[in-house]
């Protein structure tokens, strides 16, 4: 009796941990940015978003766990052709995120593998109306194309394609020997153009630099010029100066001499031999010839009409 007693025991113990297990088991917890999509006998019965969930032991499941977060998937190499047939490699990243998790469950058997056959018909689509040149420059119009066409096209499987990039696009090597090329070309022109650029206006800034320096020089010798006139006109006008009052002297000295002639009683010779060497003096060696009228009498006489005058321009004065 003993013995069953314990196998009874054994077995409440046993129904016990199996009915916590199985209570275990129907507590699911959904964590941040996931989804749970929920079968009851086969079919769908619902969506679990974040939070405490319980389901019935048996009768329902979880069919799958979704992650919502922005998903990002590098699709290898495909090979395309431009519309003038020329075959090059692209590989394109797509960033896409769930927005329908039963759509996402149901909407397609194997989404990824969808989705990366859909954009390498969708990149052979968009390449084929390109030529080689349009397709190298023309990455941002390819990536809103296919994010447009993916977009539209994945909806219905709950996918939401946020973005598409172009990571590598691989011209044939025969065409990236001639790009090569043509780019080498087309940096020595360049290099060629600037280098001509330059000396054309190392040229010019020399020839400006010349025209200035020989206006400078033009201007400082106008201006020299005309400070050397101003010079020469000062001194000329100084000489004439000195000219003047040394004769103006000279005169007024011979004056004094006739008029103390005359107080003195000089007879006519001696007055004739004064204006004479007033003549001298009127001369002061610079003139070469000096005119002496034939009839010194006549001088004579002028001289002493002008120590009259003289005189009585003495006596007026005295008076």
């Keep these: 009796m003993y013995d069953s007693f314990m196998i009874g025991m054994i077995l409440c113990i046993l129904i016990v941990i199996i009915a916590v297990l199985i209570l275990i088991s129907c507590v699911k917890i959904v964590h941040q940015a996931q989804a749970v999509v929920v079968e009851r006998l086969g079919a769908y019965l619902a969506t679990w978003n974040t939070g ?31 519309k003038d047939n020329v075959t090059m490699q692209i590989d394109t990243v797509i960033f896409y995120s769930v927005t329908d998790p039963k759509m996402f469950c149901y909407g397609v058997a194997s989404p990824i593998i969808a989705l ?32 447009a066409e993916l977009d539209r096209a994945t909806d219905s499987w709950g996918i939401k394609v946020n973005r598409v990039e172009l990571k590598n696009i691989i011209p044939p090597e025969a065409i990236r020997d ?28 020399v020839a400006e ?27 000329m006008i100084r000489e004439a100066e000195g000219e003047a009052e040394a004769i103006l002297k000279v005169q007024q000295a011979t004056a004094d001499g006739l008029r103390f002639l005359k107080e003195a009683g000089a007879d006519n010779a001696v007055l004739t031999l004064k204006s004479l060497e007033a003549f001298e003096k009127a001369a002061d060696g610079r003139a070469t010839k000096i005119i002496v009228p034939s009839k010194i009498q006549e001088i004579a006489g002028l001289v002493k009409s002008i120590t009259e005058v003289a005189a009585d321009d003495t006596e007026k004065t005295n008076q």
């Design 209 to 235: 630099g010349q025209k200035e320096s020989v206006i400078l020089e033009a201007e400082a010798a106008k201006q020299a010029a005309i400070l050397k006139a101003e010079a020469e006109k000062e001194k």
């Design 178 to 205: 001639a790009m090569e090329k043509q780019m080498k070309a087309e940096r020595e022109r360049r290099e060629a153009i600037l280098r001509a650029e330059g000396e054309k206006k190392s040229t010019v800034l």
């Design 52 to 82: 405490l969930h319980f389901k019935l032991p048996v009768i329902d499941r979880v069919a799958r766990r979704i992650d919502l977060k922005e998903q990002v998937v590098d699709f290898p190499p495909q090979p395309v052709i431009t």
């Design 116 to 147: 990366e056959n859909l954009t390498a018909t969708t990149l052979r689509n968009i390449i084929g109306d390109l030529e080689l040149d349009q397709t190298l420059t023309s990455r941002e119009t390819i990536n809103t194309k296919m994010r």
